[in-house]
């Protein structure tokens, strides 16, 4: 009985007998089974807002989508002040709101008056910022169609907590004038709080603020980001640079690798060896060298006290040697004598007289 063909050899005999003249060019293996999707038109822009209005949607959704999220408990108190202005603001969208403070979550769902189908996604942000100290004046902005949000975890970029504190703090800047900045540039809301960064505003402000973070965290400054920007910012003024490249404008920050201080004591690194080091000798070990094992417990007392009273000793001889020393008088050194000679102590005494005479010779003028 003959065996079918397998698939490959098939393919290869039909591969023959086609013309190759007519064949197509073999898409990469990733494209390979890839058809053309309806949405995949230039016409189309991916990233413009869709907006749906009210009565749009031809019928209420049919299953209920809810989310919840747990919040700390310093934030309690602000959350049951503000509360009713959520419930409030949740409501004309057609969305249900749920805070419990026993469990500490608060939830949101879809209800049958929902008219939009992502103003789920919206609240579920909304309540994450709440849990993350946004307040709410700023936190109810990422219900309209053109804010987005995004929660940046910074914690895991650096291991050390004191290296951690100091890069967090660089993103604020003196009196918070770096974050102020990276607002005005970004045009978003940014929260630097705990171990991570919130921010709101539209998405490309959101993308350029995620890289500053991210960079910062990396021990990149934050300013040569924000000079970045503002050089951007003021070429996206002149249109004749819209369709050039703007790398000729923008600075090069070259990263300088600095070398660490060498400490001035520096432990000598001990030759390798592949044998483990001796084991120290223990307790019955050193009484058996000593001998001290097989005495019985009187005579170790009494060994304990000769010893002890060594000690002693020697630590008063000590003692009193110092004292000693403070009434010991200090070693006087020889004063020159005027006219001495290093060779020897003799004194020329012509030439004593002849500087007396010419001193007598000087007083006698005046």
């Known amino acids: 009985m003959a065996t079918p063909k397998s698939k490959r050899k098939r393919y290869e005999e039909e591969a023959e007998e086609t013309d190759p003249g007519d064949a197509r060019e073999e898409a990469p293996a990733s494209k390979k089974y890839r058809k053309d999707k309806p949405w995949d038109s230039e016409d189309i822009d991916h990233w413009k807002t869709v907006v749906i209005q009210r009565g749009e949607m031809p019928g209420p959704l049919l299953e209920e989508s809810s989310f919840a999220t747990l919040f700390p408990r310093y934030r309690e108190k602000y959350l049951q002040q503000v509360w009713p202005h959520v419930s409030r603001s949740l409501k004309d969208l057609g969305v249900s709101c749920r805070l419990d403070l026993i469990e500490g979550s608060m939830t949101v769902s879809t209800t049958r008056k929902t008219w939009d189908p992502y103003i789920i996604v919206k609240a579920r942000d909304l309540i994450k910022l709440l849990s993350r100290s946004v307040p709410f004046e700023q936190a109810k902005r990422v ?36 974050l102020k900045a990276i607002e005005l540039l970004t045009q978003c809301y940014v929260l630097v709080q705990g171990n991570t960064v919130a921010g709101v505003g539209h998405f490309r402000g959101l993308k350029q603020l995620r890289k500053i973070v991210e960079d910062t965290m990396k021990n990149i400054h934050p300013i040569y980001n924000i000079k970045t920007l503002m050089i951007k ?35 000598e690194k001990k030759k390798y060896t592949p044998f483990p080091p001796p084991q120290p000798e223990s307790k019955i070990d050193k009484e058996l060298a000593s001998g001290e094992y097989f005495m019985k417990e009187g005579q170790r007392m009494e060994r304990k006290r000769e010893l002890k009273k060594t000690q002693q000793v020697e630590a008063e001889r000590k003692r009193q040697e110092d004292r000693q020393r403070s009434f010991k008088p200090p070693v006087e050194g020889k004063k020159k004598v005027e006219g001495e000679e290093e060779g020897g102590g003799r004194v020329d005494v012509a030439e004593v007289k002849r500087k007396v005479k010419e001193a007598m010779k000087r007083r006698k003028k005046k």
């Open 233 to 267: 910012r003021e070429l996206m003024k002149d249109p004749q640079l819209a369709q050039e490249s703007w790398d000729r404008f923008l600075p090069n920050f070259k990263r300088s690798n600095v070398q660490r201080k060498k400490p001035k004591k520096q432990k």
């Open 143 to 178: 219900l309209e169609d053109e804010i987005d949000c995004d929660i940046i975890k910074i914690r895991s970029f650096v291991r050390n907590k004191e290296r951690f504190v100091r890069r967090r703090r660089r993103l604020v800047g003196p009196s918070g004038a770096t």
